[in-house]
């Protein structure tokens, strides 16, 4: 073969395998990609080996000599283009080194620090998320096991995403196809639907679409979601897409577009995503600032606490992260979410360096926009309040999941759900962050919330003003008096109801004025659960 035949073989063979190699590893063609470095190598490796195995019956001729010189002439090229990539992956690295560029890495994340008591509104208790995610999980799978056309041919995925969907807290999964065989069974018609569980009602529903979702993680080919990302953007770095709804409750994957800030390959940050429609596989690239506002997760949780932990430890320099130390914070071992304003917040708290078992405050970062704020609050960890939670119910050694963060009457609150060792949530608990000791447990959260408020009241930590509970209001039936530890608590029943107010002297001195016949409104702390009620306030008409 002519010399010039030999080199255009040897380039189109070399682009093929480049292409064979783009198809199954999916590199981004980009300097900040790790993995582009690899499949540079890897070309040149091929097409040096294609060079000489094409002039391998001149080889066969040549002496030792002849073949060495012939090699480093087919390898010149390549290696001084790999030598130049290798010197810039290793200035790359340099540049990038948090102990060279410290301050860049801490001014990632822009925190600021706010009020927790008016930046996050109190909500009731018809609002807040019941389940975590091992139990959504559950839920999610036993609906789909109802559906006898579907269960035979496909399972739901392991990962469940939380956002916000027409004004509620939900997790979402898509279906997936149970095994390769059943992919080829199913694939025309694509996945059929997704599953979506209420995280305060607790109902879950498989939703049925008119066309099938044709582009996830789980197909082949080009319909593979990294693939068809990959194909249409070769450049763009991707973090894990995610599955979100639209407000129509048409099925996404929302993609973020990764990049490096410090230097070339440190600072790992988003500064966009594209939304592919699953079922029709189109796509758009937004920018952060103008991803639709439907969109709730773009930062995943662990790029965000990394970020915070860049801005915690190495705001005053990295010796001092070391060895000083002085002002030095990082997040605690946890993090939950937080559903407020049609957004998903991450929250996780924020501790000194070498503290244990407590917080100096703890931060809410938003998902879709990194709008971090830092709300300054002393007391105790999530796994403290946990083991506070366990402690109420060690008799039935019940589990605590990790806590969700709630404003309750202006109290930063531990908010947890106890579960048993078949994972099923049997009581909940509430727990004071400043003050642990304040813990309440009851088999609702109606009732724990009801309790919790009580006990805020009756500890002095909130006002009568502060509690959003609500007031019957009627003519006294019945009226009784008992001496309880020396405090005389008043019974009281309204005309028509079966339930008994209890109020002691202390807490209403009017009590004592009450007669049969009276029209009075009584303002208590929650529902109205069980036959005995705790009143705060009484007020005759």
Known sequence: MKKG??????????????????????????????????????????????????????????????VVSEIKRVALVPAI???????????GQLVSAPILRARSYSNILTVERSDFATDVREITFDQIPMLDAVSAARLGNRTLGELADVVSQFEVAEQYSQINFNGRPVRVAPLVYGDL????????????????????????????????????????????LNR????????????????????????????????KRVGLFGGVDVNGAVLVNAVTG????????????????????????????WYGTLSGGFINSILGQQGVTRTTAGFNYIAMDDDVYLYTGITSVGTDASIVGFALINQRTKQATIYSVAGADEYAAMASAEGLVQDLRYRATFPLLLNIADQPTYFIAL???????????????????????????????????????????????????????????????????????????????????????????????????????????????????????????
């Open 81 to 91: 283009c790999c030598l130049v990539l290798v010197g810039i992956f290793l200035v």
């Open 419 to 541: 579960k048993d060792n078949m994972d099923i949530v049997r009581m909940y608990a509430m727990v004071n962050v400043e003050q642990s000791q304040i813990a309440v447990n009851a088999p609702t959260v109606e009732e724990t919330l009801s309790l919790y408020r009580e006990t805020l009241l009756r500890q002095s930590i909130i006002h009568t003003e502060q509690i959003i509970g609500t007031y019957a209001e009627g003519i006294i039936e019945e009226i009784r008096t008992a001496v309880i530890e020396g405090n005389t608590h008043y019974f009281i029943r309204l005309r028509g109801e079966d339930m008994f107010f209890v109020i002691t002297a202390a807490d209403a001195e009017e009590a004592v004025l009450l007669d049969e016949g009276d029209r009075v409104e009584i303002y208590h702390t929650g529902g109205l659960y069980s036959e005995l009620v705790s009143a705060y306030r009484i007020v005759r008409r």
């Open 228 to 259: 068809h990302l990959r194909f249409q953007y070769p450049t763009f770095m991707f973090g894990d897409p995610v599955f979100e709804l639209n407000d129509d409750g048409t099925p996404y994957w929302v993609a973020p577009r990764i990049v």
């Open 5 to 66: 035949k030999r080199t255009i073989l040897t380039i189109l063979l070399t682009l093929l395998a480049g292409l064979i190699y783009f198809y199954l590893r999916l590199p981004a063609i980009n300097l900040q990609d790790p993995a582009f470095y690899g499949f540079f190598f890897a070309m040149a490796a091929v097409y040096c080996v294609l060079r000489l195995l094409f002039g391998g019956a001149a080889l066969k001729q040549a002496t030792a000599p002849q």
């Open 181 to 224: 065989i059943k992919w080829f069974n199913n694939m025309s018609q694509g996945l059929p639907g997704y599953v979506i569980v209420d995280m305060v009602t607790q109902q879950a529903e498989v939703v049925r679409l008119e066309r099938g979702m044709r582009y996830s993680p789980g197909e082949f080919f080009f319909r593979n």
């Open 282 to 309: 189109a796509s758009r690239y937004y920018s952060l600032e103008n991803i639709p506002t439907w969109v709730d997760r773009v930062f995943s949780a662990t790029l965000l606490i990394e970020q915070y932990d």
